[in-house]
């Protein structure tokens, strides 16, 4: 497909058919990369802003549950949308998390909804029996892919959001030696 066909309003609503597609193969999924994949499912391979601009478009006209998130907490900026298959799949912790391949790099930190880093972290406190926060949030960074975790990194703030996030939904306390465990373990 050429760039003037996929910005073509006479596309619309074929383009906005595959934005939901690929959100409930992969849902959550992040704009950016809901972008990515479609320009590259249709083989345009450099984006610009005009193409930016059309799938910012159509996934907003996809009309599909989204959560926004800034790692950096700069409320000025917009943030990244996360999307969702349905709408109760963005309410509470994620059933799972995702790994990259073996061999394969992980995907962006910013790409990765808060809710699925809150279940890594509560995986990660279960299966390490309780841990100090800044330990947790360093291996809970490595569950999800990341091998660099300094607090200054996205993957650092986003595991520390996803453990702020766990305790409001109630799913980590502290035990008595000050170790985080999961909210069900004794």
């Not at 309003?9 to 972008?35: G, M, N, W």
């Not at 349905?86 to 808060?114: H, L, M, Q």
């Amino acid at each position: 497909m050429t760039t003037e066909t996929f910005c073509d309003p006479l596309y619309t609503k074929a383009l906005t058919e595959l934005v939901v597609k690929i959100v409930q193969a992969e849902s959550p999924v992040s704009s950016d990369v809901i972008a990515s994949e479609m320009l590259e499912m249709l083989g345009i391979g450099k984006s610009t802003a005009k193409l930016k601009t059309r799938c910012d478009y159509l996934v907003k006209n996809s009309r599909l549950p989204f959560t926004t998130q800034e790692l950096d907490g700069d409320e000025t900026r917009e943030g990244t949308k996360i999307l969702w298959a349905d709408r109760e799949s963005s309410n509470g912790i994620c059933p799972f998390y995702r790994v990259p391949a073996i061999g394969g790099k992980p995907r962006k930190a910013t790409d990765i909804a808060v809710q699925e880093a809150a279940r890594a972290v509560i995986d990660v406190a279960e299966d390490q029996l309780g841990l100090p926060r800044d330990s947790l949030i360093t291996e809970a960074a490595k569950a999800l892919g990341f091998s660099r975790t300094a607090s200054n990194t996205d993957c650092y703030k986003l595991c520390g959001q996803a453990v702020d996030y766990a305790f409001a939904q109630g799913a980590l306390k502290v035990d008595d030696n000050g170790f985080i465990t999961p909210s069900g373990t004794n």
